[in-house]
């Protein structure tokens, strides 16, 4: 099973527009996956003062699909053991069709560490 975790602007599930870095998001929409069907869609505020990519790891995600993220996100989540994609935008919905389609895939292992 797959647990997603995207950064977004707005607690709309998966009409979410996602945010345009992993630390800006207002909220973190989860996408539970499983047989390449989505089985639940939670979002949850992200507080001031919450470390993103803390979060995503109490909220038991395995992948993280954003837009955009820091190094030291990036370094974090990654040795950690999560999956990461990057570089993706628009709404929550078409991101996840996306990656159960394949037209988007994984960070390559070389770039995940700062």
């Not at 527009?17 to 992200?46: C, F, H, N, W």
Request: net charge negative; proline share 4%; with cysteine.
């Amino acid at each position: 099973m797959w647990v997603i975790a995207l950064p977004t602007e707005t607690g709309e599930g998966l009409d979410s527009r996602i945010a345009p870095t992993l630390e800006g998001a207002k909220y973190l929409t989860v996408v539970k996956v499983r047989d390449r069907e989505v089985t639940e869609v939670q979002s949850v505020l992200v507080e001031a003062g919450d470390h993103v990519p803390s979060l995503i790891r109490r909220l038991g995600a395995n992948v993280v699909i954003c837009d955009g993220l820091s190094g030291g996100s990036r370094a974090y989540l990654a040795v950690l053991g999560f999956d990461i994609v990057s570089g993706v935008g628009g709404l929550v919905r078409d991101a996840i069709n996306a990656f159960l389609e394949g037209r988007i895939s994984f960070m390559p292992q070389e770039f995940r560490r700062g």
